[in-house]
């Protein structure tokens, strides 16, 4: 009987590597747990590692703000799976908006959008917009289509450094968050910001992504 081959990429599979994938699905599968219940905690993201609570949740977002010690009046870049999610804000994409958003996600900017409905005032804290990010990373946009929507202000107190370890995001947050989950690159920068209108964009903040990469989608707005 002819013996069944094995996979290359299985054979190369070290018993390391495998545990190491079985204690990290199982970790963000306990995180994802605890953001259902209103926890908050440190995960990284396809930029910097962020203090992340689930957007739908106010006694959450209410919680990242006091541990950031937060600008109350400035609202937090919020991480969704896929353009769909923005109906959950009630946002309506004008087709030349829409058409740019699917030119410059899934990837390492953020867009502000309006959004200027009362129910959603305890994330755009009177700014009537909010910004939203689909992240470069597969994973973690699985991760976010079980968990729904996430604000992640950068792990840090509001004025201090970015954490670029879970270390130094633990002398932060210490036992506050509830779970520390993943690595970043020392080299990792913030998302670009970029602020939508319909068929044009004004940049906000430059990040990861230089604007000439997205420029050649939209006139830039003077």
């Given at each position: 009987?002819?013996?069944?081959?094995?996979?290359?990429?299985?054979?190369?599979?070290?018993?390391?590597?495998?545990?190491?994938?079985?204690?990290?699905?199982?970790?963000?599968?306990?995180?994802?747990?605890?953001?259902?219940?209103?926890?908050?905690?440190?995960?990284?993201?396809?930029?910097?590692?962020?203090?992340?609570?689930?957007?739908?949740?106010?006694?959450?977002?209410?919680?990242?703000?006091?541990?950031?010690?937060?600008?109350?009046?400035?609202?937090?870049?919020?991480?969704?799976?896929?353009?769909?999610?923005?109906?959950?804000?009630?946002?309506?994409?004008?087709?030349?908006?829409?058409?740019?958003?699917?030119?410059?996600?899934?990837?390492?900017?953020?867009?502000?959008?309006?959004?200027?409905?009362?129910?959603?005032?305890?994330?755009?804290?009177?700014?009537?917009?909010?910004?939203?990010?689909?992240?470069?990373?597969?994973?973690?946009?699985?991760?976010?289509?079980?968990?729904?929507?996430?604000?992640?202000?950068?792990?840090?107190?509001?004025?201090?450094?970015?954490?670029?370890?879970?270390?130094?995001?633990?002398?932060?947050?210490?036992?506050?968050?509830?779970?520390?989950?993943?690595?970043?690159?020392?080299?990792?920068?913030?998302?670009?910001?970029?602020?939508?209108?319909?068929?044009?964009?004004?940049?906000v903040r430059q990040g990861a992504v230089?604007?000439?990469?997205?420029?050649?989608?939209?006139?830039?707005?003077?």
């Open positions: 009987m002819k013996k069944k081959s094995v996979p290359e990429k299985q054979k190369r599979q070290s018993p390391k590597k495998a545990v190491k994938d079985v204690l990290g699905k199982a970790l963000y599968a306990k995180a994802a747990r605890l953001l259902r219940v209103h926890g908050v905690g440190v995960l990284a993201t396809d930029t910097l590692f962020g203090l992340v609570a689930r957007a739908s949740s106010r006694k959450a977002v209410e919680r990242v703000y006091r541990l950031r010690r937060r600008n109350p009046s400035k609202p937090c870049i919020i991480l969704i799976d896929s353009i769909d999610a923005l109906q959950n804000f009630g946002l309506k994409l004008t087709p030349k908006t829409k058409q740019f958003l699917e030119s410059i996600w899934p990837g390492k900017v953020s867009v502000i959008l309006p959004c200027s409905t009362k129910k959603f005032f305890y994330l755009h804290r009177g700014t009537k917009e909010l910004a939203f990010r689909v992240p470069a990373d597969l994973s973690l946009r699985k991760f976010l289509k079980t968990t729904g929507p996430l604000i992640a202000p950068s792990a840090n107190v509001e004025g201090e450094r970015p954490a670029k370890t879970l270390r130094e995001a633990w002398e932060y947050f210490g036992m506050n968050a509830q779970f520390y989950v993943g690595t970043v690159g020392r080299s990792a920068k913030p998302s670009t910001v970029i602020r939508v209108h319909d068929g044009s964009y004004e940049l230089p604007q000439s990469s997205f420029k050649k989608f939209a006139t830039i707005k003077k």
